[in-house]
């Protein structure tokens, strides 16, 4: 049973470039969420995806978007990129109940903006 | 905005010796997630604390929730060097996407 996982593992990207990140969730999955982790940070919340819409976002500007797809995997845009932008992203995948749950993280995707 | 305070930041120990990590808010918690992250990897779900004055435990390590959903705590009895990483402590808010606060996490090493 695969876990969650992303692509690619590493991207360097320059300032004012666009970047795509790739995630496919946990066998059953069908919620994906996106967290950005600035380096000796907690995983800050951008937003979350199901049912191919976003559902709740983050204190995160219009710069950041997302899509999930019909098979539920998700990707992760950013426009304009920042220096402040350098962070590891996170996936992390549920199965969406009426109750709590656990999130299932991926190993990221580490983007370093130059 | 709904904020969830950690401390130590860091944390060094003696291998054998015990480490507690806590989580503060001034608001009630919803539900309490710990996740440990090790050096260079993503966090991974340790437990979940609902109930208010819930105690549980995974072998050596014991997690509680208080009883006014203010704080919670990991407790690792005789530290091992295969705990060494970040704890954090993470607020499930309820309702709508039930997203994660995290905490900025307490770094724990040990020296063998």
């Known amino acids: 049973d695969a876990g969650v996982t992303q692509s690619p593992t590493h991207l360097i990207k320059t300032r004012g470039q666009q970047v795509t990140l790739r995630c496919s969730p946990k066998?059953?999955?069908?919620?994906v969420s996106w967290y950005q982790q600035a380096l000796g940070q907690g995983p800050q919340f951008i937003f979350q995806?199901?049912?191919?819409?976003?559902?709740q976002r983050g204190n995160f500007p219009d710069r950041f978007s997302g899509h999930q797809f019909p098979n539920y995997s998700s990707e992760l845009n950013v426009n304009a990129l920042l220096l402040g932008d350098s962070a590891l992203y996170l996936c992390?995948?549920?199965?969406?109940?009426?109750?709590?749950?656990?999130?299932?993280f991926g190993p990221g995707t580490r983007l370093t903006v130059t | 905005g709904q904020q969830v305070m950690q401390i130590p930041q860091y944390q060094h120990v003696q291998e054998g010796e015990d480490f507690t990590t806590y989580c503060n808010s001034s608001?009630?918690?919803?539900?309490i997630q710990w996740y440990k992250q090790r050096p260079g990897g993503h966090p991974v779900f340790l437990i979940q604390?609902?109930?208010?004055?819930e105690v549980k435990k995974q072998k050596r390590l014991t997690f509680q929730f208080g009883e006014a959903k203010k704080n919670s705590s990991l407790h690792i009895t005789a530290t091992q060097t295969t705990d060494v990483g970040t704890y954090f402590c993470?607020?499930?808010?309820?309702?709508?996407?039930?997203?994660?606060?995290f905490g900025k996490g307490t770094k724990l090493t040990v020296n063998p």
């Open positions: 992390a995948s549920s199965f969406r109940t009426s109750g709590y749950y656990e999130q299932y």
């Open positions: 066998s059953g999955h069908d919620t």
């Open positions: 995806y199901y049912e191919e819409e976003e559902r």
């Open positions: 608001t009630t918690l919803s539900n």
């Open positions: 604390l609902v109930k208010s004055g």
């Open positions: 993470a607020d499930q808010e309820r309702g709508g996407s039930e997203k994660l606060v």
